[in-house]
Every structure is written in structure tokens, then in C-alpha cells.
């Protein structure tokens, strides 16, 4: 039986490892795809800086094109780190203010939208502007959503959860921050506080409740290890955070699905069978 002492040492990845599978799914997405490499939104965090990092060692900094996509709020920090990240990388990152459209939007809908519709409302627009540019490049859309926040809901639908191809997404939270050092990005990057940075003063764990680490091992626990709420209370997570966990698991399963068709024949699609992938 596996005990909470022993939960975040399953968590360490083999670096090199880890590394080498993911490179080569980003180059073998690419090719496959017969793309001319990958567009990606940069926002300053460390799960678009790792994203762009690993598509860097696939494809080459040629074939990699980032994006700065801020809003009249986001914070001075986001651009500057999203800056160090492009030249460690040694790309060239384009920005693209989406401050106008965001405020045309609100100003003639829903000048009274809360701050979680405008949130969403910016991270479905930057997603739109990547796929925008994609096309143009003849590229695909590199995903930059982790395994925690996939599980957790912890996204926007058709927004930051959206993308041709994701590297991160079987990756919990603490395995990015692992890879990202492993690979030498910027300090400020990896060690800040995760933030969404959709309203100032915004951070990850403060809107969720809790603490990635422990979100990490929780989620392990119940989804790797296939255990029940109750047996994680068990040993020793605080009840509270484990059921909120667990309900936030629950209610936005929804997300990480593509969309529910009504079956009629024997081969609905996402029901019944699928095209082998070559």
C-alpha cells in the first residue's frame, strides 16, 4: 500500500527520459501533420515556456513561432518574463494586443461581465489568434495545459485548453516545474507563482484552494493509482482539500471530452471507432 510519504518521489520523472519521448512527439505531431512547425502563445508562465522549449529540441527555433498576447491588465511581469523566455529560447516573439477586441466585445454585449467571462473571454480570443496565425505559417497549434489542470478543469474550453497538439498534458504540475528546470529556463519563471494572470493579483492555487503539490499527489492517488476518495483521506490529505478536489474533478470532465454525439448508426464518432492514426 502506497503511503503519502512515499507519493512524491513517484512523481520524479527520468529526466532525459521524459525529455527524449517528448521532443520526438513534438517532431513526429509535426511531420505527420506535413506542418512547417508550431505557433505558441508565450504568457510568461512556466507551462508555455516549457512547451516552447521542447518544441525548440524538435523542430528548431526557426520552426517555432511564440506569441505575447496581453490584455490592458495583465501584469508588467508576464511580458518581461515572457521576453526571457523567447531570447533563452533565441526566438522571435510577436505581440499582439487583445485589449480592443476584448473591450469593443464587453462594452457593446456586457459592460457589467464578471471578471471569470472576461477571463474566459481572453483566453478563447488569444487561442483564435493562434489559430489564426497558424494557418498562415502552415503550422499547427503547440497545447500548453498540464495533467493537473486538465484533471482539475482548471481551463477554458475552445481557450487555453484548445490546441492542434499537446506535450504537457500528461505532465502533473511539479513534473513541468522538474523538465523546465532540467532544461535551464529562466529562475523567474520557473520559481514565480502560477498565475493565469487573467485580473491582477490573480494566482492559481489561491483561486483553487489549495497547493499544487498537494493537487499533484491527490490526483496521482486517485486517477493513477485508482484509489477512492476515502483511501486518500486515509493517508493523511486533509478531507476538505481532497474532496474539493475531487469535485472539481467531477464537474468539469466535461472539458477534456470532445463533444457528445447523439448515436444513430453503429460508428458515431468518439462513440464507437476512430480512423487508426498512421
Not at 34 to 56: N, Y
Not at 178 to 207: I, Y
Request: aromatic share 8%; hydrophobic share 45%.
Amino acid at each position: 500500500m502506497i503511503r503519502k510519504g512515499e507519493v512524491a518521489a513517484r512523481l520524479v520523472l527520468h529526466e532525459e527520459l521524459a525529455l527524449s519521448a517528448l521532443t520526438s512527439f513534438v517532431a513526429d505531431a509535426v511531420a505527420t501533420a506535413g506542418a512547417r512547425g508550431v505557433t505558441v502563445g508565450l504568457s510568461g508562465g512556466i507551462d508555455s515556456a516549457l512547451a516552447a522549449a521542447l518544441a525548440v529540441r524538435a523542430l528548431g527555433r526557426e520552426r517555432v513561432f511564440p506569441f505575447f498576447m496581453p490584455y490592458r491588465s495583465s501584469s508588467p511581469e508576464s511580458a518581461r518574463d515572457a521576453a526571457a523566455v523567447a531570447a533563452t529560447l533565441g526566438l522571435a516573439l510577436a505581440t499582439c494586443d487583445i485589449t480592443p477586441q476584448i473591450d469593443a466585445y464587453f462594452s457593446a454585449v456586457d459592460p457589467e461581465a464578471d471578471a471569470v467571462r472576461r477571463g474566459n473571454k481572453m483566453a478563447r480570443e488569444r487561442m483564435t489568434i493562434l489559430f489564426d496565425q497558424a494557418k498562415k505559417l502552415g503550422c499547427l497549434v503547440l497545447g500548453t495545459s498540464n495533467k493537473t489542470e486538465i484533471l482539475l478543469g482548471y481551463s477554458t474550453v475552445f481557450g487555453d485548453n484548445a490546441s492542434s497538439f499537446n506535450p504537457l498534458g500528461d505532465l502533473y504540475k511539479q513534473q513541468v516545474w522538474q523538465l523546465s528546470r532540467a532544461l535551464g529556463l529562466p529562475r523567474e519563471v520557473v520559481d514565480k507563482r502560477p498565475s493565469a494572470d487573467l485580473w491582477p493579483g490573480q494566482t492559481d492555487e489561491a483561486e483553487l484552494g489549495f497547493d499544487y503539490e498537494t493537487a499533484d499527489e491527490v490526483l496521482y492517488l486517485l486517477f493513477d493509482q485508482g484509489l477512492l476518495p476515502d483511501e486518500v483521506v486515509e493517508r493523511g490529505y486533509p478531507e476538505p482539500t481532497v474532496h474539493r478536489i475531487v469535485a472539481l474533478e467531477r464537474a468539469n470532465r466535461f472539458k477534456r471530452r470532445l463533444m457528445l454525439i447523439a448515436r444513430l448508426s453503429g460508428s458515431a464518432i468518439n462513440l464507437d471507432r476512430e480512423i487508426p492514426r498512421d
